[in-house]
């Protein structure tokens, strides 16, 4: 994970653009892995880890509405939690994550290693679904990680 995290970290300051991240079961892991790097403060405006459904209504003004009939685990909030983290700042590029690392919280319509990742910036909007197999700690590492290849992708699009 550290090789394309140094690829987005030169991407990013020589394209003088700028990202935030909004997580849930990432809890921080993302932001963790942008922030590690010396410099990071010139591109990683911010990041947050709103792990509840309340904080997400709170912070990232997602109506309660939308978490009550799509779930937190969804694709609407994960494209919402990119779209709102990025309008607090400003940033170039919006990231959200949501997913069901386990071992509980599956529903038969998401199973545990359910992820959304959703990106968002002036000239893109998407989301991607993910199920990614092993423990918690697996889980998180993938969706992390899934996460970074997204920006990198955008970054060299």
Do not use: W
Not at 91 to 113: E, L, N, Q, R, Y
Not at 116 to 125: D, G, T, Y
Not at 133 to 144: E, I, L, P, Q, T
């Amino acid at each position: 994970m550290q090789d394309i995290s140094n690829q987005i970290h030169k991407f990013l300051i020589k394209k003088q653009k700028t990202v935030d991240i909004a997580e849930s079961c990432t809890g921080g892991l993302v932001s963790t892995l942008l922030t590690k790097i010396p410099g990071s403060s010139k591109y990683f405006i911010l990041g947050t880890v709103t792990y509840s459904n309340k904080s997400k209504e709170d912070i990232l003004k997602i109506p309660r509405k939308v978490i009550t009939q799509n779930g937190a685990v969804s694709g609407i909030v994960a494209r919402l939690m990119a779209k709102n983290i990025r309008k607090i700042s400003g940033a170039d590029f919006g990231i959200g994550i949501t997913g069901i690392a386990g071992p509980g919280g599956a529903m038969p319509s998401k199973p545990v290693c359910t992820v959304f990742i959703a990106m968002e910036s002036k000239k893109m909007a998407l989301c991607k679904k993910f199920c990614f197999s092993g423990d918690r700690a697996r889980v998180r590492k993938k969706a992390a990680l899934a996460s970074l290849k997204l920006l990198y992708s955008a970054l060299v699009y």
